[in-house]
């Protein structure tokens, strides 16, 4: 069985470009999160969807907007790209929205994205 | 604003020893405290998780410790080996519909062979 999958591996950008990262969930889970984890620190939400609605949103400015489609992968854009956007994004699938032993989040490998 | 803290910042724990973790909380309405294990260039995993009517949990060689007036939960890694060596995050949530996990900053394990 296939695990959550992210797209690309690593990206390098510049200051001020956008940047789309995709995610594919495991096979049946509708709920999609994202998260920006920045070296040495734990993750950080930036968003929660489910069946292709916004179910929560982190604190990170308008620059950051993701979407789900109807086949439940997701994209997340950042747009005008700051040098302190560099970090691993991570993608989680789960069955439906919330947390517990019945609805584990399960993790992607990431996206590592450096802007210089 | 940092709900959920973490400590140590990494461990250095000899073969066979036992390696050991800590996270307090503010939060009194989380309600959902799991632990996750993270190799380099891979997700975080789900390693073991605790609600608070529980004191204790235990899984294999994996044992979280709960103090609910203390608002703290501790990792335990019993004969610690050197394929734990990862790094290791506390976490926390309300298993609520819309709510997020709220992760601590992680304890870089590394077991000496």
């Known amino acids: 069985d296939a695990g959550v999958t992210q797209s690309p591996t690593h990206l390098i950008k510049t200051r001020g470009q956008h940047v789309t990262l995709r995610c594919s969930p495991i096979?049946?889970?509708?709920?999609v999160s994202w998260y920006q984890q920045v070296l040495g620190q734990g993750p950080q939400f930036i968003f929660q969807?489910?069946?292709?609605?916004?179910?929560g949103r982190g604190n990170f400015p308008d620059r950051f907007s993701a979407r789900q489609f109807p086949n439940y992968s997701s994209e997340l854009n950042v747009n005008a790209l700051l040098l302190g956007d560099s970090a691993l994004y991570l993608c989680?699938?789960?069955?439906?929205?919330?947390?517990?032993?019945?609805?584990?989040?399960?993790f992607g490998p990431g996206t590592r994205l450096t802007v210089l | 604003q940092q709900q959920v803290k973490q400590s140590p910042q990494s461990l250095i724990v000899q073969k066979g020893g036992i390696s050991i973790i800590n996270c307090a909380y503010e939060n009194t309405a989380f309600d959902y405290f799991p632990w996750y294990q993270q190799f380099p260039g891979k997700g975080p995993a789900l390693l073991i998780a605790i609600r608070p009517d529980v004191s204790e949990k235990k899984e294999g060689r994996f044992t979280i410790s709960f103090n609910k007036s203390a608002k703290q939960f501790s990792l335990h890694i019993m004969d610690s080996q050197p394929g734990d060596s990862a790094t290791y995050f506390c976490a926390a949530s309300r298993r609520n519909r819309d709510d997020k996990i709220i992760f601590g900053k992680g304890t870089r394990l590394h077991i000496l062979p």
């Open positions: 989680a699938s789960s069955l439906v929205l919330g947390q517990g032993a019945d609805n584990e989040q399960f």
């Open positions: 969807y489910y069946e292709k609605e916004e179910r």
């Open positions: 096979s049946g889970h509708k709920s």
